[in-house]
C-alpha cells in the first residue's frame, strides 16, 4: 500500500517587486513523499522523499539559456524488519543522494544535458550522465549520453564503475 503527496510553488509567493522578484519567481521549489506499507516479514515500511529547486537562467551564455534542477533524496523507516532481504532493495538505492542536472539549450533542436547522481549516505558513490540531444525534424530526433558510474565495489553505484556505457537514441514520431 502506497500513500503520496507533492508539492511545486516558486519564491514568488514572498511579493518582492523588482530585479529581486523576478529572480525569486523564476525558482521553483518542489518536493514529493511516498510512504510504503508492506505485507510480510521481508521489508521495513519507509517513506521516500525528494525535494529541491530549479531556475532557468535566460540569456545566460550567447543568449541561450541554461536550466539547473538541485534536489536531496531520502528517506526515513516508520517500521523497521528484523529479516530484511539480502541486498536491499533497488527501489531504496537513492536514499541519501544529492541529484542535479544541467541543461543547456542552443536553440529548440539542439540541447547538451548533465544529470548526476551523488550517494552521500555511507560510503561515497554516484553517477554521472552526459548527453546531447539533436532534433532533426519535428518527427526524427537522435540522442547520445553515456553513464560514468564511480564508487568502491560494496557499493551500488560502484559495483558497476567497470561498466560505464554509451547511449545512442533514435526517436521516430508518427
Given amino acids: 500500500h502506497v500513500a503520496g503527496a507533492d508539492f511545486a510553488t516558486t519564491l514568488g509567493i514572498f511579493g518582492a517587486e523588482g530585479t529581486l522578484g523576478e529572480i525569486l519567481g523564476g525558482i521553483q521549489l518542489h518536493g514529493e513523499i511516498a510512504h510504503y506499507w508492506t505485507e510480510g516479514e521481508e521489508t521495513d515500511d519507509y517513506a521516500n522523499f525528494v525535494f529541491g529547486f530549479n531556475y532557468q537562467f535566460v540569456d545566460l551564455i550567447f543568449e541561450h539559456d541554461l536550466t539547473l534542477v538541485l534536489e536531496y533524496a531520502g528517506e526515513f523507516i516508520t517500521k523497521e524488519t528484523e529479516n530484511e532481504l539480502e541486498g536491499g532493495q533497488i527501489d531504496r ?53 553515456g553513464d560514468i558510474f564511480f564508487g568502491n565495489d560494496e557499493t551500488f553505484f560502484g559495483q558497476y564503475r567497470h561498466d560505464g556505457r554509451v547511449i545512442i537514441e533514435l526517436n521516430l514520431n508518427f
Fill in 93 to 145: 538505492s537513492l536514499k541519501g543522494a544529492v541529484l542535479a542536472r544541467l541543461q543547456y539549450e542552443v536553440d529548440q533542436d539542439l540541447s547538451f544535458e548533465l544529470n548526476m547522481a551523488l550517494i552521500t549516505e555511507g560510503q561515497k558513490n554516484g553517477l554521472v550522465h552526459p548527453g546531447v540531444t539533436w532534433k532533426a525534424t519535428d518527427e526524427v530526433s537522435l540522442g547520445v549520453s
